[in-house]
């Protein structure tokens, strides 16, 4: 890694910079909580890791948490895993959620938009309306703080009340969108054992109607900890025996009243892909991921009560909840419930333009497909109001940066952003006042001690490394659902460097302060000692337009030898040729390394993705090595199970 600076592709101008909620809050703690006046974003950064009360007491206090009854300190217990947030301290997440209903009660607090891609508001005064009927009806149903309430729902308003209405209660929040098969669904709600089960009947996705009735059937029969099943009628279909109907639970004019709790009480679980057995269940607290999202959203992506904010996602990613937290900050919310290319590869910027987005988010997949398409957003549509595009899922090539500096606007906030559902939350990303350098995260998040480890321990600079986490943070996992001893939650993060979070992805932090993501470690490709990620090798690879997508694995070999294959799906019509051939590795040799250049280059039907779109490397490389197909991967986290049997055939052939 170069440390030869280039010059910058964006720097915010002295307004904007001036204007950013994160340049007031530094004044503001400067003067309050004794944070640095000066210095800008690296002070304050290395105050808020260094002086970890004061930063977190002082976002408390800018955003006006509100305690019901006060904490006895900010951090009663500071070690990995089990810290321990703000002891004493009661609360409500969803009172947070609704609090702009008090002065902005006319006015959209969501945005709902299918694949017509013409918005529907729904006011606060509205959403706070029906969270107040909906969590009356789930108390008379006997629902008490702590019980579980699942949904089987597309990313629709219903989906958000119900969340709140759940938080509301105290009860435990955990969802999946309706694209997941029965048995994925399943392996995830089988674990918390939920009590009310919201649902939908079908959903639509890529102009047809999806029926999901009978899917919905055997959750019921499979899930005997239901005590009721509430039916949303998105299809307009009848509400099923014994279900309730959504309408009747949510048209009273009930206040709603916010259970008071504990700071640590769960707010809700998300899991992780879980492509090797059963999805971890991860549970973050009610008063931590109050506290880390007004952070995030307020202070890193700049958010506020005059924003739109909108994020493709669906209601089984973590993106979703983070997207719903943008209410904490009185932000107006975009909820789309569609396919990401319907009906072209430019839908999700017809949204964006369509409901005045201010901060739009998205895969770099979407990015690079739309560049593959050869679309022109900043032609095409009327982007003025966005200001900031936020990418996530997989690191933003340097030719998407490139892409969305010239293809949307010149004086544009590029945002790539990495964190985890483990935290729901974003380890580095957006920073308002820093500039953007092609390929990098701007910076670590505040309150979040990143650094790159050697395997040692020892910190690096501008080389790549381990990602490990330092300090806690508030919305680390409070625990794993059925991890009584802990066992399992300290093994995922723990196990490496004793007390440290480590994360699982290769790093470098660059010594201007930006973040670089290479990939995930535990799929890192290793040629003779050096090391390199794989979205390195799908970046330069993926620029041919012959190649759709590609998936490399690095294998050590009994011998000490280590065999690198890249398999590629083609693009229509294209054929894997020895021309072809010879320019991949002419790519990879110029773009990345002449070492990293693939042993085969071998053409497949399709790439396996998990459920949530990441490219599955561990559980292929597993299959490769010769573990069966049912110790290797959790066949319900697979896009396209089929997609796996070329990989254990091959298997097969090569041993």
Same mark, same amino acid.
């Given at each position: ?20 909620? +994160? ?26 890791? *260094? ?44 009172? /947070?959620?609704?609090?702009? %209903? ?6 959209? %607090? ?12 729904? !006011? ?11 969590? %009356? ?5 006997g629902l008490r703080p702590g019980d579980r309430v699942s949904g089987y729902l597309p990313n629709v308003p219903q989906a958000v009340v119900a969340l709140l209405a759940t938080a509301a209660v105290g009860a435990v929040w955990t969802s999946c969108a ?21 649902? +939908? ?6 102009? =047809? ?21 509430? @039916? ?39 899991y992780s892909s879980g492509t090797t057995g059963l999805p971890k269940a991860i549970v973050q607290s009610q008063g931590g991921i109050l506290v880390e999202h007004l952070k995030q959203l307020g202070l890193h992506c700049d958010l506020g009560p005059e ?16 997207? $719903? ?10 909820? #789309?419930?569609?396919?990401?290319? #319907? ?11 369509? !409901?005045?987005? !201010? ?14 398409? *050869? $679309? @022109? ?16 899922g997989s690191p933003l090539p340097p030719d998407g940066f490139r892409w969305l500096h010239d293809e949307v606007r010149e004086d544009l906030w590029i945002a790539s952003v990495s964190g985890g559902t483990d935290v729901c939350s974003c380890f580095a ?19 979040? *001690? ?7 321990? =020892? ?31 300290? &093994? ?7 007390? +440290?979070?480590? /994360? ?17 470690? &535990? ?47 083609? %693009? ?23 070492? @990293?250049?693939? *042993? ?19 559980? +292929? =490389? ?8 049912? =110790? ?24």
């Amino acid at each position: 890694m170069s440390t030869v600076n280039p010059q910058p592709l964006w720097q915010p101008d002295p307004q904007r910079i001036a204007r950013s909620q +994160v340049t007031r809050f530094q004044a503001w703690a400067a003067q309050h909580h004794g944070a640095p006046a000066d210095g800008g974003y690296e002070a304050l950064h290395r105050w808020s890791v *260094d002086e970890l009360e004061p930063f977190w007491e002082a976002v408390t206090q800018w955003f006006d948490v509100r305690f019901s009854t006060p904490y006895a300190r900010v951090l009663g217990d500071r070690s990995m895993p089990g810290a321990e947030w703000f002891p004493g301290a009661t609360l409500n997440y969803a009172e /947070h959620a609704l609090r702009a %209903a008090a002065t902005r009660a006319d006015e959209p %607090a969501l945005l709902y938009v299918d694949e017509t891609h013409d918005p529907r508001p729904v !006011t606060w005064s509205e959403l706070r309306r029906q969270v107040g009927s909906l969590a %009356a009806e789930l108390r008379a149903l006997g629902l008490r703080p702590g019980d579980r309430v699942s949904g089987y729902l597309p990313n629709v308003p219903q989906a958000v009340v119900a969340l709140l209405a759940t938080a509301a209660v105290g009860a435990v929040w955990t969802s999946c969108a309706p694209d997941f098969g029965a048995r994925s669904v399943l392996d995830r709600f089988q674990q918390v054992e939920p009590v009310v089960l919201f649902t +939908v009947d079908g959903y639509r996705y890529g102009g =047809k109607e999806h029926d999901r009735r009978e899917t919905v059937a055997e959750l019921r029969r499979e899930l005997p900890s239901l005590r009721a099943v509430v @039916h949303i009628p998105l299809l307009g279909t009848e509400a099923p025996e014994g279900a309730l109907e959504w309408d009747a639970l949510t048209s009273a004019d009930t206040e709603p009243v916010f259970e008071q709790v504990p700071f640590a009480h769960p707010l809700w679980v998300l899991y992780s892909s879980g492509t090797t057995g059963l999805p971890k269940a991860i549970v973050q607290s009610q008063g931590g991921i109050l506290v880390e999202h007004l952070k995030q959203l307020g202070l890193h992506c700049d958010l506020g009560p005059e924003d739109r904010f909108f994020w493709y996602t669906s209601t089984g990613w973590m993106m979703w909840n983070f997207l $719903v937290s943008g209410l904490l900050t009185g932000t107006t919310v975009v909820l #789309y419930d569609g396919s990401p290319g #319907y009906p072209d590869t430019g839908a999700q910027w017809r949204v964006a333009e369509r !409901t005045g987005a !201010t901060l739009y988010g998205t895969s770099a997949a979407y990015v690079m497909a739309c560049r593959k398409a *050869d $679309v @022109h957003p900043g032609r095409d549509f009327d982007l003025a109001q966005v200001r900031c595009v936020a990418t996530t899922g997989s690191p933003l090539p340097p030719d998407g940066f490139r892409w969305l500096h010239d293809e949307v606007r010149e004086d544009l906030w590029i945002a790539s952003v990495s964190g985890g559902t483990d935290v729901c939350s974003c380890f580095a990303g957006a920073v308002p006042t820093l500039p953007v350098y092609i390929g990098e995260l701007q910076a670590p998040s505040l309150g979040t *001690d990143l650094q790159s480890w050697d395997p040692s321990g =020892k910190p690096l600079i501008d080389e790549v490394g381990e990602l490990v986490v330092t300090n806690p943070m508030p919305s680390m996992p409070i625990h794993f659902w059925n991890d009584p001893d802990g066992s399992r939650y300290h &093994d995922s993060y723990f196990d490496t460097y004793p007390g +440290v979070w480590r /994360h699982g992805d290769w790093i470098t932090v660059t010594s201007r302060g930006s973040v670089v993501i290479h990939g995930r470690s &535990d799929s890192t490709l290793n040629r003779q000692g050096v090391r390199m990620g794989s979205a390195d090798i799908y970046e330069a690879v993926e620029r041919l337009p012959e190649i759709k997508e590609s998936l490399v694995i690095g294998i050590e070999q009994p011998d000490g030898g280590y065999w690198m294959p890249l398999f590629v799906q083609l %693009a229509p019509g294209a054929v894997l040729d020895q021309a072809l051939l010879d320019r991949i590795k002419a790519t990879i040799r110029e773009n990345l390394s002449p070492r @990293h250049i693939p *042993d085969e280059v071998i053409e497949v039907p399709g790439i396996p993705h998990t459920l949530t779109g990441k490219r599955i490397e561990v559980p +292929v =490389k597993r299959l490769l090595q010769g573990t069966p197909l049912e =110790k290797a991967v959790n066949p319900g986290s697979i896009d396209n199970l089929e997609l796996l049997h070329f990989y254990e055939d091959l298997a097969r052939k090569r041993a």
